[in-house]
């Protein structure tokens, strides 16, 4: 380390998670001294890669499937707002990038569902709080660390860039602060940006995701701010749409009790029954599944509560659906839950307006028995998670709030993961992969493809592009 905090590099990495190692260790391979700038400090910094299930997925289809028929998943996901170039990488190379981490010793198991079939072992997924550490994305992040460092990398803990340095070619290397507030610098030929999106700035999350950012819960590290995104406009390049984020609805007393988060989390009750605000009245097609609910509920967030409403027989079946399922462990875990006998009575408890809650029950459940769901509003798809009636007694209702991960909009990127203009221009030496880029995910639709898989193949075709490696 220099003892005036000035580093030289070939590449510097904003970032330590999944994408940034990914990116780092690849370039390393190549013979690249690599810098990875990472913000927090802790030997087992915990970054949203850290967190996550472990789960290689697109579109929970499993990434061996045909690259054409995951390429029309994640446009069907998006409708079609998915830059084709980006899924056509991605349905590509996803399985290439678990291959090229299981030669560095990265180990995968089977999990329980068909898409599952690479799941970072041991597995993460957890019904209480966030137990992490030992897990498989946690081991996962150690190996390409140490993997960094045998191969003359390193990680530079508690160091955040805050700019990028511009030379009359494009980046020629980023400044920044250590969490002691020294400044530093970096001289480096090209830079990854990997710092996971913003969705721990409140300004922009206000501007993009939720007038009420306070409604929402960090269901993630709570370390991306959105300094990436910044840096890269500042620099000239664009941002895809930053509308979307990946989350899902939690019961609204997560927000005071650790041990609802991550899990269990609602999506399979409120893609079965109905989500209302406090009037009774059903804000958005739970059809469209609890990614797309957990977004237009913080849409809404300044609209007041919202809830999940079912009645016994969705509890008892959709709700033990899953391994970390509502039921029971929504009970168990201390969670707020209204139940009665009719709905008007379970709207009373929960203090939503019962007529109003029972209109909209009535109506919907006419629209179920004459096939009509499409004609209600908003309309109930019912293609991809079947509707179910609300007739068996005891009626539960939820109070619920949106969880949120990870922003799926960012840095504009092409195909090899470079920054790239308003008119699609590469940014010189700039890339972006992983959740701080955008293109993929998102829009209007709010689709999800899958952080694990975007950040891996981002990640990799930064450093292949870096390397001048076909891909």
């Not at 400090?41 to 990434?63: F, K, M, Q, T």
């Not at 409708?79 to 678990?98: F, I, K, M, Q, W």
């Amino acid at each position: 380390m220099a003892a005036d905090r000035k580093y030289a590099c070939d590449v510097a990495v904003i970032g330590g998670g999944i994408s940034g190692l990914v990116a780092a260790v690849r370039c390393a391979q190549g013979g690249l001294r690599v810098l990875v700038l990472e913000r927090q400090s802790g030997e087992r910094y915990p970054c949203n890669s850290r967190l996550s299930a472990g789960v290689w997925h697109i579109c929970a289809s499993d990434i061996l499937d045909a690259p054409e028929t995951l390429e029309s998943k994640m446009l069907e996901a998006t409708g079609g707002e998915a830059d084709p170039a980006l899924a056509r990488v991605v349905a590509h190379d996803a399985a290439r990038v678990v291959d090229w981490l299981k030669a560095l010793g990265i180990r995968f198991m089977k999990g329980p569902y068909a898409y599952q079939r690479f799941v970072m072992a041991p597995p993460a997924v957890s019904p209480q709080g966030a137990a992490w550490e030992g897990c498989g994305p946690d081991v996962a992040l150690q190996t390409l660390e140490e993997k960094l460092n045998e191969l003359g990398g390193s990680v530079l803990r508690g160091h955040r860039a805050t700019g990028l340095e511009m030379l009359p070619e494009g980046v020629g290397g980023l400044h920044g602060l250590t969490q002691s507030s020294e400044p530093f610098e970096v001289r480096a030929g090209k830079v990854i940006i990997a710092d996971g999106g913003f969705q721990s700035d409140p300004g922009l999350v206000r501007e993009w995701i939720a007038p009420d950012p306070d409604r929402l819960l960090a269901r993630n590290s709570r370390a991306s701010t959105g300094d990436g995104l910044r840096m890269a406009r500042e620099a000239g390049g664009a941002a895809s749409d930053l509308r979307g984020f990946y989350g899902h609805l939690l019961s609204r007393d997560a927000a005071r009790n650790e041990a609802l988060s991550p899990y269990p989390y609602l999506d399979y009750l409120a893609t079965a029954g109905v989500v209302v605000d406090a009037a009774g009245r059903r804000i958005a097609d739970e059809g469209r599944g609890g990614v797309f609910l957990a977004n237009r509920v913080a849409a809404r967030s300044d609209a007041g509560d919202h809830f999940v409403v079912t009645d016994q027989r969705i509890w008892e079946e959709c709700g033990t659906f899953r391994i970390t399922s509502p039921n029971p462990l929504l009970a168990r875990l201390g969670a707020t839950m209204y139940q009665a006998d009719s709905i008007e009575a379970a709207a009373v408890l929960a203090g939503i307006d019962a007529s109003g809650l029972a209109a909209t029950v009535a109506a919907y459940n006419r629209a179920l028995a004459d096939g009509s769901t499409a004609s209600l509003d908003p309309a109930r798809s019912a293609d991809k998670y079947k509707p179910w009636p609300l007739v068996v007694p005891p009626f539960h209702v939820f109070p619920v709030l949106p969880g949120i991960t990870y922003t799926m909009g960012g840095i504009a990127i092409d195909a090899h993961a470079r920054v790239v203009t308003s008119t699609g221009i590469p940014v010189g030496n700039l890339y972006a992969a992983g959740c701080a880029s955008g293109g993929l995910e998102g829009g209007t639709r709010h689709g999800y493809v899958g952080g694990l898989v975007k950040s891996g193949v981002t990640g990799l075709r930064a450093a292949e592009h870096i390397l001048d490696i076909p891909t």
